[in-house]
């Protein structure tokens, strides 16, 4: 039972700081399941980064799993309310008051103060996930490559992250 009010606690937390999205979070998701808590190692928690950009949806539904491979299916239940409902009820509580403070002088400085923090929390996470993710020359071409066609063309990000996994599975066994 403690595992459960430990995923909670963790992944509630987590949940806040999602500012700019699920990879706002990530180093912070991976200091407490790989380094604190030890609940997966840093490959997997790429891995699992990884596949959840393949998956509809948010992302950070990869998380889910984790959750299981703490307390099973408890915990995979557990671990989705804990990380979404937080920031599902602050969106909703902020969404009906910000249009009331439409005329409050301090909104315009709320929206500039947190765009950068955004873009600094999301830059963090891609830093942190790079750490586990390019691991050579090889995948820092690919890292690059990637870069370079979703910059220049309006080419589907699925169609790069399946052009991704065919590249490792040909070259990089």
């Known amino acids: 039972m403690s ?23 990530f180093p912070e998701l991976q200091s407490l399941s790989v380094d604190t808590y030890h ?3 840093f490959t997997q928690l790429v891995h699992l980064y990884s596949v959840g950009q393949l998956s509809p949806g948010p992302n950070m539904m990869m998380i889910i799993p984790i959750g299981d491979w703490v307390a099973g299916p ?33 909104r315009s400085s709320i929206q500039k103060g947190l765009a950068p923090v955004s873009i600094g929390l ?5 830093a942190s996930i790079a750490k586990g993710a390019i691991i050579g020359w090889e995948t820092a071409l690919i890292a690059i490559t990637v870069l370079c066609v979703l910059m220049v063309s309006k080419v589907n990000p699925a169609v790069v992250v399946l052009a991704g996994a065919a ?5 990089l066994n």
Not at 5 to 24: D, E, N, P, Q
Not at 78 to 104: D, E, H, N, Q, R
């Open 122 to 126: 999301l830059l963090a996470g891609c």
């Open 39 to 41: 609940w997966l190692s």
């Open 74 to 106: 408890v915990g995979a239940i557990v671990v989705a309310l804990a990380f979404f409902g937080p920031t599902a009820i602050l969106t909703y509580v902020v969404g009906i008051w910000w249009g009331k403070l439409a005329a409050w002088p301090w």
């Open 3 to 25: 595992d459960i009010w430990t995923l909670i606690r963790v992944f509630g937390y987590l949940s806040l700081l999602t500012v700019g999205g699920g990879m706002a979070a």
């Open 167 to 171: 590249v490792g599975m040909i070259f």
